[in-house]
Every structure is written in C-alpha cells, then in structure tokens.
C-alpha cells in the first residue's frame, strides 16, 4: 500500500530563516505529488504541483519554491521565511483527478 | 462569486439527527466532485465521490445538482465521531487542479 510522509511535523522558525520541508512517498512510482498551505481560518492552497522529476508548476506567486530531485521525493523551501508563512503545510499524492491522499502536515509557526 | 463556496458552520447537531449541508460552485464546466473530511489538527481525507446519479456509502449520501450548481452530503443517523470539518472539492473542466472549499465545521452532540 502507498504511504506518504512529512517531516518534520511541526516547526517554529524566526522571520528571515530558510525553510525547507520534505515529503517522501512510498508504494507508488511517478506520483503526481502537490503541496498545499492552510492557514489559520482559510481553505486549502494549493502552492506547487509535480508530474514527474523536475518539473514543478507554480499556482500562487510567493517566496517559496519546490523541488522534486526523486521520483518520489519533494520539497517545499523557502530562503527568508515570513510571517505570513505560517500555517500547515500539507503534501499529497494523487493516483487520479480528484483522489488526493495527504501526509500528515507540518505545523509552521513564523516568529 | 467565489470558485466554490461553503457554509462554514458550525452546525451543531444532536447524535441520531439526520444533517446536510451543500457546496456550490460557480465554473459551470466542472466535471468532478468529491468530499473530503478534516479532523481537527489532521489532514484532510477522501470521504466519497460525487456521481451524476449521486451515490450512497453507509448514512452517507452525495449529489449532485448541475442545473443550480451545487453538491450535497446528508448524513443520516450522526454519530459523535462525524465531528469534523467537511471539505468539497470541485475539478474545473479541463485543469488539472483542485479547488477546495474552506470546509462546513459539524459538531455532533451528544
């Protein structure tokens, strides 16, 4: 069965640190994976999206940036983090259109 | 009008109630339909597709209504552990992204 993970599952980081957040799926090979932001009494954003190795699509202009160096591996980073930036962080694998199957989330907190 | 918009809630409902509550959408070439649950603090998880026909897992019951553009879930005899936050998810025709509504908060009272 296809197991996917987040690490790490909370974080507290200062204003102007780097980020960098990872995902990693098991059970599956050529995922498309996404990463999405809920903030605090909002919906779920979607913020990058990957059909294979090295490709990444962008839906929401921001200082953050994705990156899928392994077929079954992607990251979510940032080089100066905002305060705006907080919330959770959720990345999710998708077998078809509108079956996505989250990870556990990582909790940010900006200071 | 927003993509997909939500009753946020709460709804406060007592155990054994029968519950519903919709999510409409404005892109009238949307093909696909689904509702996720979110427990507090978790990630959100697949509860059921949305079909034309509507369909009918357990007490939990999904339609779909194109003319006016809305999906529903009715919950029948609610249990405490139907707390959640309930998410639709609607796929515009021709993207390949979803559109998630900010969720309808249910409260199960005892």
């Keep these: 069965s296809q197991t996917i993970h987040q690490w790490p599952a909370t974080l507290v980081q200062p204003v102007g640190s780097p980020l960098s957040l990872e995902c990693t799926v098991e059970g599956t090979s050529n995922p498309n994976l996404y990463w999405y932001r809920q903030a605090a009494g909002r919906g779920l954003q979607l913020l990058f999206y990957s059909v294979g190795i090295g490709q990444i699509s962008s839906e929401v202009p921001q200082n953050l940036s994705a990156s899928r160096p392994q077929d079954r591996q992607f990251i979510l980073s940032s080089k100066k983090l905002l305060l705006s930036d907080s919330g959770f962080y959720l990345c999710a694998w998708s077998p078809r259109a509108g079956e996505q199957y989250f990870g556990p989330g990582t909790r940010l907190t900006v200071t | 009008r927003k993509e997909v918009e939500q009753d946020p809630g709460p709804f406060n409902v007592p155990e054994g109630a029968t519950v519903a509550f919709n999510c409409t959408y404005s892109n009238s070439a949307s093909q696909s339909f689904f509702w996720y649950r979110q427990d507090c603090r978790k990630e959100p998880k697949l509860l059921m597709s949305v079909y034309s026909s509507g369909n009918e897992d357990g007490r939990f019951t999904a339609q779909l ?32 992204g979803l559109t998630f509504g900010k969720g309808t908060h249910l409260i199960i009272q005892p």
């Design chain 2, 65 to 96: 209504n194109r003319a006016s553009q809305y999906i529903s879930l009715l919950i029948r005899d609610s249990k405490l552990s139907d707390s959640a936050t309930y998410l639709c998810v609607v796929i515009p025709g021709g993207a390949d």
